[in-house]
Nanobody
């Protein structure tokens, strides 16, 4: 089935930037719709950004719109999340997800995805 491997997390001061990467070693079909989610202890997984990898249409949560950019390099089977103007409230474990149904009403809903990476930690200090 293959799996997703995230990288690029780390610690940064508020206002800084990070770029997360997610390499997908699985089948092409499941990359139709991919997304980034984040989660902090005791809270539900929150959809951050999603992309239809064929046409490049993107979706963002209100909390990151204008600061984060999701993109994909299909030749490298890699999903990216460029995070700028980071805030302490962006601190979380970030997960890559694949296998989304493509339902636009559910692109940022965790249970619409059935393939997940192991996560990469992002910590933003004030």
């Amino acid at each position: 089935q293959g799996h997703l491997v995230e990288s690029g997390g780390g610690s940064v001061q508020a206002g800084g930037s990070l770029r997360l990467s997610c390499v997908d070693s699985g089948s092409t079909y499941r990359r139709f719709c991919m997304a980034w989610f984040r989660q902090t202890p005791g809270k539900e997984r929150e959809g951050v950004a999603a992309i239809y990898t064929g046409g490049g249409v993107t979706y963002y949560s209100d909390s990151v719109k204008g600061r984060f950019t999701v993109s994909v390099d299909n030749a490298k089977n890699t999903l990216y999340l460029q995070m700028n103007s980071l805030k302490p409230e962006d601190t979380a474990m970030y997960y890559c997800a694949a296998g989304g149904s493509g339902d636009t009403a559910r692109v940022l809903t965790a249970n619409d995805y059935n393939i997940w990476g192991q996560g990469t930690q992002v910590t933003v200090s004030s």
